[in-house]
């Protein structure tokens, strides 16, 4: 069985740092990431990064967010620097199976918000 498990996020200062970490059981995952749904919007991509360590992010936290996972532990996290207000939103973290067809599983979301 598959299980996402999150943890961190918070309240933060606008400037401010917050780390994110998911430890995912169940299965070996082609990419693990992070999406976003803020207030009133659609979820968004935020980062991800495949087994072999390849990392793709959203324009708006390149430079600021560093996304990294340790395969031996099956985790991945999230290390958010500057925070801005409108990165406010709740994270959720994704495992992805690419096979005969595309699998994703969600963890249960963690909230950040950041006060300016």
């Known amino acids: 069985q598959v299980q996402l498990v999150e943890s961190g996020g918070g309240l933060a200062q606008a400037g401010g740092s917050l780390r994110l970490s998911c430890v995912v059981s169940?299965?070996?995952?082609?990419?693990m990431g992070w999406y976003r749904q803020p207030p009133g919007k659609q979820r968004e991509l935020v980062a991800d990064?495949?087994?072999?360590?390849?990392?793709n992010y959203v324009d708006s936290v390149k430079d600021r967010f560093t996304i990294s996972r340790d395969n031996a532990k099956n985790t991945v996290n999230l290390q958010m620097n500057s925070l801005k207000p409108e990165d406010t939103a709740v994270y959720y973290c994704?495992?992805?199976?690419?096979?005969?067809?595309?699998?994703?599983?969600w963890g249960q979301g963690t909230q950040v918000t950041v006060s300016s």
């Open positions: 994704n495992a992805r199976l690419v096979g005969a067809y595309v699998s994703d599983y």
């Open positions: 169940g299965a070996i995952f082609s990419s």
């Open positions: 990064i495949t087994s072999s360590g390849k990392v």
